[in-house]
């Protein structure tokens, strides 16, 4: 099964942050931003990353996906240690396997809507771009928008032609920092629903910072950040086949090393 994960890490956690640490010089001193965070997600869930402003949780999101370096710790994506990989090796695993969408959008302003969705594809060489697009761009609400420029387009415009871009992949592992943040009700429900599609159809793990409660409850499990620290792991009881022998929680809670 050619899905992007080595045949040998295809039963590792989707997810695994060790002793996630990260701080920044401000100055004279350190400023701590993410304690030694650990925690594993398993390929399939929905996790929702809960937390005040300033609590880290861009910063989590960031290091989770390669884009910014620990301090100290561990990141492993479907078994790949990624900070051990450089640079290139890492932008390469996110293009394999994770799609991204930052709080901040990032759009290539000089691009169309459509041909920001295309990019990601035809970075990875594939002649289908423009064909997987195109209907995603439609799911968002955005076919009549497809030839517009960002800067056309308002915040929540912009938000879903992220959302589309970091869908069009189709990646094992979709991250998105505040992906309802700027949308109203029905269109974020809409947004909410094409992501839990992907999750459900094609088992994409799902790691989402919000604030939306609605969204938050749809996750399997809610993870809570304060002032740099995971302070609480809770997840929905398993569905247990009758019968099945009861193993634990079944919340795969921090596991240390
Ligand atoms: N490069 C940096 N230099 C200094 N401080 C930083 C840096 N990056 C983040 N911070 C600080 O770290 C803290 C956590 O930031 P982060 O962006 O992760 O918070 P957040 O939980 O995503 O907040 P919000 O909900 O407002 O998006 C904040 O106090 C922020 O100012
Ligand atoms: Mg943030």
């Known amino acids: 099964m050619d899905d992007g994960i080595d045949d040998n890490k295809r039963h590792a956690p989707a997810l695994r942050a060790l002793h996630l640490t990260k ?33 880290g949780k861009t910063t989590l999101l960031g290091l989770l996906a ?47 809507a459509l041909e920001n969705v295309m990019l990601p594809l035809e970075l990875a060489g594939r002649a289908d771009a423009r064909e997987q ?3 995603l761009l439609a799911r968002v609400g955005l076919a009549a ?55 459900r159809e094609q088992g994409t793990t ?5 604030h939306d409660e609605q969204l938050a409850r749809r996750c399997s499990r809610r993870l809570r950040i304060a002032a740099g620290e995971l302070v609480s792991d809770e997840s929905d009881a398993p569905v247990r086949a009758a019968g099945a022998a ?3 929680s079944g919340a795969s809670a921090v596991s240390p090393a």
């Open 145 to 199: 928008r497809i030839g517009h420029y960002p800067k056309q387009l308002s915040g929540g415009e912009q938000q879903r032609v992220a959302l589309a871009r970091a869908f069009v992949t189709r990646p094992k592992l979709l991250m998105a920092d505040e992906p309802t943040g700027n949308l109203d009700a029905a269109t974020g429900s809409g947004v909410i629903e094409l992501m839990f599609e992907l999750n």
């Open 133 to 135: 697009a195109l209907p």
């Open 246 to 248: 009861d193993a634990g």
């Open 66 to 112: 390669g884009l910014d370096t620990p301090s100290e710790g561990r990141v492993e994506v479907h078994g790949e240690d990624i900070f051990r990989l450089d640079e290139d090796g890492r932008a390469a695993l996110r293009q394999r396997l994770i799609g991204f969408v930052f709080q901040s959008f990032q759009l290539l302003p000089a691009l169309t």
């Open 23 to 55: 701080r920044v010089a401000t100055g004279e001193s350190s400023l701590l931003i993410l304690s030694s965070v650990s925690f594993e997600v398993e390929a399939g869930a929905s996790v929702a990353v809960l937390g005040a402003s300033g609590s």
């Open 206 to 210: 799902l790691v989402l910072v919000t």
